[in-house]
């Protein structure tokens, strides 16, 4: 199961990272070459939020399937192990929002963007008509 929030991380990662670089101010060469790949990997990375979704039943079958360690019915390494369990499964969980965040991020502005950019063209075609 490592892998699956491995390559869940890294996909976040690389949306931050475009997130990132449409958002900062003086890259406008860039942005466009950027505007266009970013367009170009949506769907793809539209594979992120059923993934999520389904790390997120696993998260959940995993909450419910627990054995419970309450009072003295359990050692002190059993505790310990539950409670490592319970931040490894609020870690993952965090994983998955941020995933699902940074996605829907990218998405809006790219969108912005490109309507930024239609707008430029469309102001620059009525100077030139004037």
Request: hydrophobic share 45%; aromatic share 10%; charged share 20%.
């Amino acid at each position: 199961m490592a892998l699956e929030w491995v390559v869940l991380g890294y996909a976040a990662a690389a949306e931050a990272i475009m997130v990132l670089l449409l958002t900062i101010p003086g890259l406008d060469g860039l942005r466009r070459g950027l505007t266009a790949v970013t367009r170009n990997l949506l769907k793809p990375f539209l594979s992120v939020v059923p993934f999520c979704l389904f790390l997120l039943m696993d998260i959940y079958w995993k909450y419910e399937t627990r054995p419970s360690c309450e009072g003295d019915s359990c050692t002190p390494s059993e505790h310990l192990r539950h409670q490592k369990s319970i931040m490894k499964s609020q870690r993952n969980a965090l994983l998955i929002a941020s995933a699902l965040i940074f996605y829907w991020l990218l998405y809006s502005i790219t969108n912005l963007v490109v309507r930024i950019e239609q707008l430029n063209q469309r102001v620059e075609r009525l100077k030139n008509r004037d």
